[in-house]
């Protein structure tokens, strides 16, 4: 029976595996941890109970940021090569689009990959699995996690075997990246608290989809129902998601579905590769961090399918937490830079259950109030907004939000009061895209950027003084970096400071070398 606890520990048993980090679940988030600290030179031990890569397509796009960390990893052309790519959206009603809106648009100047990027679950898996492969590293297939118990030294870990055996092993820290019935949140006494939403919502990957504008997402209402497509690539082929009245205690079928699809949005199909039924949870970890134990991913958070967000938020879990590790490993970082972690990435999966939460709510509402919004006002509505959405800021605002550029980690106590202004806009964000500055990014270190006019001295001398990398870039095209600026950005390329020219940075080497996530100006 699987056992869970504290004691202490002395040297490791002669038989036991040891390592710096045991990730328990490769999928998605479990393998992206992986890539990371095999780029960071971090010693892991990745295992799973399934043999081999998820075959199901289960989560199904790519956020711009995603296609950022992968471009860190090199790679990005791999992701590209496969990847569908939806540029626009196409919001309509019943089966009338009324506008279009173009991530090109939306997102210029905010990321070099505006659109969504359709690669499935299964193949974002193989694609991690191969580059761990070529690059020396590989997954303990059909072993399940069975006991854990924390020391002084950090985790001992037993996995169990398909032949009945039980590997012991060591290792500094453990990760849960092993989905919602995660046995690492279990084993480690973590409460998942939520909700679960009243509606059942299908899922078909359908071929043959008549109805829909082929290459784009497509959000459509009716009075009573919803219906969100994703193009996959070939023509006419779609993810479906939905929701279709039944009275209660009734299944929900595919031709129940098909029936719905073709009534209320003119939408119909030939045939589907994969059809299921859930119903849609809303739950948060109580905590992403319990000694040398961590949560990531579907572990630490679900919620609805709505935005293509949940895959996307496991994968910059696993950057954040893979750079966090790194700088405790190598860099001699204290407990704090642990502790950013959940300070960081909770908050995070709060704002974004709580959001779709809010979502999901609205667009399955089936009172009548909801059902008359939406078939009188909607319809009139909708069109008005959709020529005036892309001139607005609001506009680059929404699709940050959804591209998740957006995210905004509050470093230090004194970060709310100092939100405002120039530092504002860059400490604790993403490190704006200038264009030419996120080539560097691929070091996966601590860097110091220098934007604007400088001299060759100032930046031999802030080189010295701190001792990081120095990258210079004279040409600032990104209204949020204005020239004469000296920024500190972290290995998962987060800005940690800003600070005008002339600057003085000797403090910021021993800032790297803890990798405390505070101000430090």
């Known amino acids: 029976m699987a056992q869970s606890g504290t004691q202490d520990a002395g040297a490791p048993e002669p038989g036991s595996l040891t390592t710096d980090v045991l990730i328990i679940g490769a999928g998605p988030t479990g393998l992206m941890l992986a890539a990371c600290l095999q780029r960071l030179g971090v010693r892991y031990l990745l295992a799973d109970r399934k043999h081999g890569p998820t075959r199901e397509s289960r ?3 790519l956020q711009a940021r995603s296609l950022e960390i992968y471009d860190q990893l090199g790679l990005v052309q791999r992701v590209l090569g496969q990847a569908a790519i939806a540029p626009a959206i196409v919001p309509g009603f019943r089966d009338k689009p009324f506008a279009t809106f173009s991530f090109g648009t939306l997102g210029k100047g ?58 012991r092993v060591e290792t500094r820290f453990l990760v849960g990246a092993d989905g919602a019935s995660s046995a690492v949140r279990e084993l480690s006494g973590i409460p998942f608290d939520g909700v679960t939403n009243p509606a059942t919502f299908y899922v078909a990957d359908a071929r043959g989809v008549t109805g829909l504008v082929d290459d784009a997402v497509n959000l459509r209402f009716s009075a009573g129902d919803f219906l969100l497509a994703f193009p996959q690539g070939a023509v006419g082929h779609h993810r ?19 029936r719905t699809l073709a009534r209320e949005f003119g939408v119909d199909y030939r045939d589907s590769s994969w059809f299921s039924t859930s119903r849609v949870h809303h739950r948060v970890a109580g905590r992403f961090r319990s000694g040398s134990v961590f949560l990531a991913g579907d572990a630490a958070h679900v919620h609805s399918p709505v935005g293509a967000q949940g895959m996307n938020t496991g994968l910059q879990d696993a950057h954040n937490l893979a750079c966090a590790l790194a700088d405790v490993v190598h860099g001699g970082a204290g407990d704090q830079r642990l502790d950013g972690y959940e300070a960081e990435r909770r908050p995070v999966a709060l704002r974004l259950v709580g959001t779709t939460d809010r979502v999901f709510a609205a667009v399955t509402a089936d009172s009548a109030l909801a059902r008359t919004f939406r078939a009188t006002f909607l319809p009139r509505l909708a069109p008005v907004l959709g020529g005036v959405l892309p001139r607005l800021a609001r506009g680059a605002k929404l699709f940050e939000y959804v591209s998740q550029t957006r995210v905004h980690y ?70 949020r970096l204005a020239g004469g600026l000296a920024v500190l950005v972290r290995p998962d390329a987060f800005v940690v400071d800003a600070r005008p020219l002339p600057a003085s940075v000797a403090d910021w080497a021993s800032h790297a070398r803890k990798g405390q996530t505070r101000d430090v100006g």
Do not use: C
């Open 410 to 479: 509050w470093m230090g106590p004194d970060a709310r009061r100092r939100a405002k202004g120039r530092r504002g806009r860059l400490v604790g964000r993403r490190l704006a895209w200038n264009e030419d500055n996120f080539a560097v990014l691929r070091g996966m270190d601590w860097q110091l950027h220098v934007y604007g006019a400088a001299d060759e001295q100032a930046l031999e001398r802030m080189h010295r003084e701190s001792g990081l990398p120095v990258h210079h870039f004279a040409l600032v095209r990104n209204p």
């Open 240 to 258: 479906l998601i939905g929701v279709v009245r039944t009275p209660a205690g009734e299944a929900v079928t595919e031709e129940e579905t098909r």
């Open 110 to 167: 905010v990321t070099p990959y505006p659109g969504i990027y359709v690669l499935e679950q299964s193949r974002n898996e193989r694609l991690l699995v191969e580059a761990l492969e070529e690059r020396g590293g590989s997954v303990l297939w059909g072993h399940g996690l069975s006991a854990v118990e924390q020391h002084e030294r950090g985790v001992t870990a037993h996995l169990e075997m398909d032949d009945g055996g039980v590997q």
């Open 59 to 61: 989560a199904l796009a």
